[in-house]
T-cell receptor
Framework: KNEVEQSPQNLTAQEGEFITINCSYS?????LHWLQQHPGGGIVSLFM???GKKKHGRLIATINIQEKHSSLHITASHPRDSAVYIC???????????FGTGTRLTIIP | DGGITQSPKYLFRKEGQNVTLSCEQN?????MYWYRQDPGQGLRLIYY???????QKGDIAEGYSVSREKKESFPLTVTSAQKNPTAFYLC???????????FGDGTRLSIL
């Protein structure tokens, strides 16, 4: 069983919809990352969280340490948001990241 | 603009051959990483380097080798000992080990 579980695996939505992608993890962590992988394969780091909430433009990331759960929200979704969104966690005293398998998001115009 | 350059984008290898994937960064980052991505799996760490002339094995180092002779360069060699090398390989760097990582665009390796 992967230490990092993402849901859903695939998500298709209409342009303008509010999107939520979930990430659950099984171990104590020092930080959680949200990444975006474009169709060509390149990856961009979106957020690094250890508590609370962060916002950047139309993207919002939240984390609940007690429940070992994080969500990535996209408001007013746009076709250019279509990508694979990846959650990754870093355990305490561990320099390595453990990655989820990603959520493939498709936004239809 | 600063960033990470991986080359080539596509690479083909014959059975029994070693092949080297290039990764160069001009972000002045100390730490560099190599990951492998397979369909339906999360990224897995092959090797990482905290600083020049130092590197450590990741979770799946068997069949791979690296060097870190210069701060900006971290080439990965896929040796003939790697039995299933077909995958997408991503290089990343960060200011230090615990900092957010910047990724390259990846190299897709296929076996002929």
């Amino acid at each position: 069983k992967n230490e990092v579980e993402q849901s859903p695996q695939n998500l298709t939505a209409q342009e303008g919809e509010f999107i939520t992608i979930n990430c659950s993890y099984s171990v104590g962590i020092s930080a959680l990352h949200w990444l975006q992988q474009h169709p060509g394969g390149g990856i961009v780091s979106l957020f690094m969280l250890s508590s609370g909430k962060k916002k950047h433009g139309r993207l919002i990331a939240t984390i609940n340490i007690q429940e070992k759960h994080s969500s990535l929200h996209i408001t007013a979704s746009h076709p250019r948001d279509s990508a694979v969104y990846i959650c990754a966690v870093r355990g305490f005293g561990n320099e390595k990241l453990t990655f989820g398998t990603g959520t493939r998001l498709t936004i239809i115009p | 603009d600063g960033g990470i350059t991986q080359s080539p984008k596509y690479l083909f290898r014959k059975e029994g051959q070693n092949v080297t994937l290039s990764c160069e960064q001009n972000l002045n980052h100390d730490a560099m990483y190599w990951y492998r991505q397979d369909p339906g799996q999360g990224l897995r760490l092959i090797y990482y380097s905290q600083i020049v002339n130092d590197f450590q094995k990741g979770d799946i180092a068997e069949g791979y080798s690296v060097s870190r002779e210069k701060k900006e360069s971290f080439p990965l060699t896929v040796t003939s000992a790697q039995k299933n090398p077909t995958a997408f390989y991503l290089c990343a760097s960060s200011r230090a080990l615990y900092q957010p990582q910047h990724f390259g665009d990846g190299t897709r390796l296929s076996i002929l």
